[in-house]
């Protein structure tokens, strides 16, 4: 058993008419300005991470040394949206790769 839109709709009583969000696809250079401007990692850092992943991807091995990285230099904003992606990328968002996350969700936790 699971929770459905129509359940969602009933209960809540919100509209669920249409598509909720589109989004445009990244390119590589868009998402290692993503991961320098919202994770403050470094640009050769990035586009190697973003090549070794060949797409807009990052690893959860990866993501996981940022935040540790993060937390070092006391840097809790950075931190937070790093953990975040990874929580989201790990329940919410998983996929079946299991070891990488979309860089499309880091859009979302820059606001």
């Not at 640009?43 to 993501?63: D, I, K, Q």
């Amino acid at each position: 058993m699971t929770i459905t839109l129509d359940d969602v709709s009933n209960l809540l009583h919100l509209p669920i008419v249409g598509q909720f969000y589109k989004h445009e696809t990244l390119d590589a250079d868009s998402t290692n300005d993503l991961l320098v401007e919202s994770l403050r990692v470094d640009h050769g850092v990035a586009s190697e991470e973003t090549r070794h992943c060949r797409g807009a991807h990052v690893r959860l091995n990866w993501l996981k040394d940022v935040y540790e990285d993060a937390c070092s230099r006391r840097q809790w904003t950075v931190a937070a949206r790093a953990y975040l992606l990874h929580l989201v990328s790990c329940t919410i968002f998983a996929d079946k790769s299991a070891t990488s996350v979309t860089m499309f969700y880091l859009g979302f936790l820059s606001i």
